[in-house]
C-alpha cells in the first residue's frame, strides 16, 4: 500500500485547509482504517483523526474535535481531513498512515508529510 498525501499550505488563523490522502493497492483488503497524525516542531508525533474503511466509524484528538472533519471516499481510495477553524498551534507536517485492525494505537503504512503552516 503506498498513501500519497497533499493539500497543505499557508493560511491564516481561522482559515479553512482540506487535506487528501490518496491510497494506492490492496488497502480494503488489507486495511482496516486511516488516519491523520502530525508533528509540529520540536516535538513527537501526535495522533489526529481516524476512520474505518468498513463502517466508517471516525476518532479524533481533543485538540481537534468540534474543528476537524476526517471522511473517506471508497470509490476514489482517498481520505480527507478537512481542518476548520485553525490555530496557530496547528501548524505541524501532516501525515496519514494505515492499519490493519480497529487498534489505532498499531499503524503499517505511512505516507509522506504535508507542511500546515497556521499564522498568526
Known amino acids: 500500500v503506498q498513501l500519497q498525501a497533499s493539500g497543505g499550505g499557508l493560511v491564516q488563523a481561522g482559515g479553512s485547509l482540506r487535506l487528501s490522502c490518496a491510497a494506492s493497492?490492496?488497502?480494503?483488503?488489507?486495511?482496516?482504517?486511516m488516519g491523520w497524525f502530525r508533528q509540529a516542531p520540536g516535538k513527537e508525533r501526535e495522533f489526529v483523526a481516524t476512520?474505518?474503511?468498513?463502517?466508517?466509524?471516525?476518532y479524533y484528538a481533543d485538540s481537534v474535535k468540534g474543528r476537524f472533519t476526517i471522511s473517506s471516499d471508497n470509490v476514489k481510495n482517498t481520505v480527507y481531513l478537512q481542518m476548520n477553524s485553525l490555530k496557530p498551534e496547528d501548524t505541524a507536517v501532516y501525515y496519514c498512515?494505515?492499519?490493519?485492525?480497529?487498534?489505532?494505537?498499531?499503524?503499517?503504512?505511512w505516507g509522506q508529510g504535508t507542511l500546515v503552516t497556521v499564522s498568526s
Open positions: 493497492g490492496r488497502i480494503f483488503s488489507s486495511k482496516y482504517g
Open positions: 476512520i474505518n474503511w468498513s463502517d466508517g466509524r471516525t
Open positions: 498512515a494505515a492499519r490493519e485492525t480497529i487498534d489505532i494505537r498499531t499503524w503499517s503504512d
